[in-house]
């Protein structure tokens, strides 16, 4: 009967996770690309505020003659992560608030190698970047709070609806923002258009009133 309830839970929990996946942005980030010994790439993802962000990398094609560094960075240039003659490792951070933050891998010669060599291949990186309740352990809080398998299931349900909460508030946060600066622009173009129609009607009338003194002067009308 246990195992029942768990094997059950477990299939509530999955197809309640198929329903969230509609709703969330991607949660994991697997990339694998190219890299010139010698040039750098970044990645740029944006995060929400408090969100769990957690990436791991490996490098694979390095030569004695190249290094590889890795740093992590938000917007304003504030370091998360750094690392030096890397080849593989883990990163992990959150937000004070929703920004984009980026992952840059930068190739160079090391310094000891002097002289000509020959041309190195291009580096391979995978990079995997989790977030939120994918990027959670949930191994080891099982094991930390001695958690049963429905009970965990559950608390992984938990965590997910509590992401989807926050994702749908924050959505809502973001429409008002929008509707705020839509009706703010349209006011100031009203007023606008009604200075732009009280110049241009001003200007009509000073010319027809200078029109009709210099014809008067010369003569012309009575």
């Given at each position: 009967?246990?195992?029942?309830?768990?094997?059950?839970?477990k299939q509530w929990?999955?197809?309640?996770?198929?329903?969230?996946?509609?709703?969330?942005?991607a949660l994991i980030?697997?990339?694998s690309f190219k890299?010139?010994?010698?040039?750098?790439?970044?990645?740029?993802?944006?995060?929400?505020?408090?969100?769990?962000?957690?990436?791991?990398?490996?490098?694979?094609?390095?030569?004695?003659?190249?290094?590889?560094?890795?740093?992590?960075?938000?917007?304003?240039?504030?370091?998360?992560?750094?690392?030096?003659?890397?080849?593989?490792?883990?990163?992990?951070?959150?937000?004070?608030?929703?920004?984009?933050?980026?992952?840059?891998?930068?190739?160079?010669?090391?310094?000891?190698?002097?002289?000509?060599?020959?041309?190195?291949?291009?580096?391979?990186?995978?990079?995997?970047?989790?977030?939120?309740?994918?990027?959670?352990?949930?191994?080891?809080?099982?094991?930390?709070?001695?958690?049963?398998?429905?009970?965990?299931?559950?608390?992984?349900?938990?965590?997910?609806?509590?992401?989807?909460?926050?994702?749908?508030?924050?959505?809502?946060?973001?429409?008002?923002?929008?509707?705020?600066?839509?009706?703010?622009?349209?006011?100031?173009?009203?007023?606008?258009?009604?200075?732009?129609?009280?110049?241009?009607?001003?200007?009509?009338?000073?010319?027809?009133?200078?029109?009709?003194?210099?014809?008067?002067?010369?003569?012309?009308?009575?």
């Amino acid at each position: 009967k246990q195992w029942y309830q768990a094997e059950y839970g477990k299939q509530w929990y999955q197809r309640r996770v198929r329903v969230g996946l509609f709703v969330l942005p991607a949660l994991i980030s697997a990339l694998s690309f190219k890299l010139n010994p010698e040039g750098t790439r970044c990645i740029k993802e944006e995060v929400h505020k408090g969100v769990l962000v957690v990436g791991e990398f490996k490098i694979e094609g390095l030569q004695g003659s190249h290094d590889v560094d890795i740093t992590v960075t938000d917007s304003k240039d504030g370091k998360l992560f750094a690392k030096e003659k890397a080849e593989s490792g883990k990163f992990a951070f959150t937000l004070d608030d929703y920004d984009m933050f980026s992952v840059c891998f930068k190739g160079q010669r090391k310094s000891e190698v002097t002289g000509r060599s020959p041309p190195a291949p291009e580096l391979s990186v995978n990079l995997s970047i989790k977030r939120g309740v994918e990027a959670k352990a949930y191994n080891e809080i099982s094991k930390a709070e001695k958690l049963k398998p429905m009970e965990l299931e559950l608390k992984k349900l938990e965590d997910l609806s509590e992401a989807i909460v926050n994702d749908f508030q924050y959505m809502k946060s973001r429409e008002k923002l929008m509707r705020d600066t839509n009706e703010s622009t349209n006011s100031r173009v009203l007023w606008f258009s009604v200075f732009s129609m009280a110049v241009l009607l001003g200007l009509a009338l000073w010319q027809v009133f200078y029109l009709k003194r210099f014809f008067k002067a010369k003569k012309l009308i009575e």
